[in-house]
């Protein structure tokens, strides 16, 4: 039996500007996400990727097309809706890490999990330290940004984004700013979180080498999915070379 998506997007088209300078980002893009998936989405600079994420991370809305997250019709939310729906179900991992620098690591956690739980709403947070010992970041705890390495910075950011519990993790080039070792890393924390937490993720990279560790592989050209592989037995980041 199919499991039912946590998403499912029809006919996504965004286009940007408008006469001459009109920029089609996405034509006419299908998708479905099932609950705890590992999706990578590859794809050359300007394909599109971001403005997938970002439509289904509730920041940006299509020119056309229609996204569903659960039984809730994203295309069409009003903005306050859009950033309820951001702040209980969507955490962010973004390319830098945005961190701030007068805290220690575990502040900087916990600053969203005590947001967290003065949210009604919400279904609770992770302790901070746990989600922080989740990255490898156990012994970190009040090391302020300056005294850690950019991996290590973005663990701290990718413990803060898991430990609101979010129903998606959407990261659009965790490991841009990394070298190669330092993004193994990285990857291994966010799988740990995806196995350990049940969170959906979704990873944007420009590095194949990534795909190996993922669920399932979307590959995007000219602003369409252009390639769709599920990967049945994924192996461990640690095992990746690039
Ligand atoms: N805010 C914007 N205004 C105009 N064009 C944009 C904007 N954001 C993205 N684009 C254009 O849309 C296309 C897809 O961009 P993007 O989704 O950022 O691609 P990717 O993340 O794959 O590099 C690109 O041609 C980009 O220049
Ligand atoms: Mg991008």
Request: hydrophobic share 40%.
């Amino acid at each position: 039996m199919a499991a039912t998506p946590l998403f499912q997007a029809q006919g996504l088209t965004k286009v940007y500007g408008s006469g001459t300078a009109q920029v089609v980002a996405l034509r006419d893009v299908d998708l479905e996400l099932v609950a705890g998936e590992f999706v990578v989405i590859l794809g050359p600079s300007g394909s599109g990727k971001s403005t997938l994420l970002n439509i289904l991370g509730g920041l940006d809305a299509p020119t056309s097309g229609r996204v569903t997250f659960r039984d809730h019709v994203l295309t069409g939310a009003t903005e306050d809706q859009l950033t309820q729906y951001r702040r209980e179900h969507v955490g962010f991992v973004f390319q830098f890490y945005n961190l701030i620098p007068g805290l220690t690591a575990l502040e900087n956690v916990q600053l969203v999990t005590d947001l967290t739980r003065d949210d009604p709403h919400h279904r609770g947070a992770e302790d901070p330290a746990e989600a922080l010992r989740l990255v490898g970041l156990g012994q970190r705890l009040d090391a302020f940004p300056a005294q850690l390495s950019g991996g290590e910075q973005q663990r701290v950011a990718i413990a803060r984004a898991v430990a609101k519990r979010p129903d998606v993790l959407l990261c659009d080039e965790p490991t841009g700013a990394l070298d190669f070792e330092t993004g193994k890393l990285v990857l291994e924390a966010l799988r740990r979180a995806n196995r350990e937490l049940g969170t959906t993720t979704v990873v944007i990279t420009h590095n194949v080498g990534i795909a190996a560790m993922a669920d399932r592989v979307l590959r995007m050209r000219s602003g369409e999915i252009v390639e769709h592989t599920a990967n049945p037995s994924p192996v461990d980041p640690s095992a990746l070379s690039w």
